[in-house]
């Protein structure tokens, strides 16, 4: 299968002011990549967790006035939904394409999970030094891997609002985003490399 990366076009439907006609683009232009990459995904990562995971799609259903800043992939170990669960995205910004392993204020058991990384933190800051850490879903921006501190895991366990995302974000402007091949070895490359946190979660949840 031809994998399609993601061209100038794909994030300049951001650029969309009227909620009807940004959603229209999201779903003709960028949804379909993200079929397309998820399936390959979704296959890679049961494989190498041993179990299997699902797709999910972002469908910004519930917004009526807003359009929605970014738009994304989900793949986690329950069929029906993702927001509550350790859950690996990929998605765009306005101007950069982000991959990441996601927990998010909706997740079950995020106190345990706190801990557990809080307790693997040398861990966490051996992540390769290009990874990057958000802390909320929401915002465009992130810290780099060497920036995270003690003191924003003490935040993601105290915090019903807070998040933990780990992952990379590439510039839309990156050649690795248009090319298809070399964006799914990117986002597999992460995806592995963030396995043992996804497993630790599962652990303690």
């Known amino acids: 299968m031809n994998i399609s990366g993601?061209?100038?076009?794909?994030?300049?439907?951001?650029?969309i002011d009227r909620l009807s006609e940004r959603m229209e683009g999201i779903q003709t232009r960028i949804q379909p990549k993200f079929k397309q990459l998820g399936s390959e995904l979704v296959d890679d990562l049961s494989a190498h967790l041993g179990n299997e995971v699902y797709l999910h799609i972002a469908k910004h259903a519930r917004r009526t006035v807003n359009p929605p800043q970014d738009t994304w992939l989900a793949i986690a170990d329950n069929k029906r939904g993702y927001k509550k669960h350790p859950h690996f995205q990929v998605g765009l910004f306005d101007d950069h394409l982000f991959i990441w392993l996601a927990f998010i204020y909706e997740l079950d058991g995020k106190e345990s999970i706190a801990k557990e990384f809080i307790a693997n933190f040398d861990q966490l800051k051996q992540l390769p030094n290009d990874f990057v850490v958000s802390l909320d879903h929401m915002k465009k921006g992130s810290l780099d891997i060497e920036d995270l501190e003690m003191k924003h895991l003490e935040r993601?366990?105290?915090?019903?609002?807070?998040?933990?995302?780990?992952?990379?974000?590439?510039d839309k402007n990156n050649p690795n985003v248009q090319n298809g091949e070399k964006l799914l070895s990117i986002i597999k490359d992460t995806f592995h490399t963030l396995i043992p946190f996804y497993q630790k979660a599962l652990q303690v949840r």
């Open 6 to 15: 993601f061209e100038k076009r794909d994030f300049s439907v951001f650029g």
């Open 156 to 170: 993601f366990r105290d915090v019903k609002k807070a998040e933990l995302l780990l992952g990379r974000h590439l």
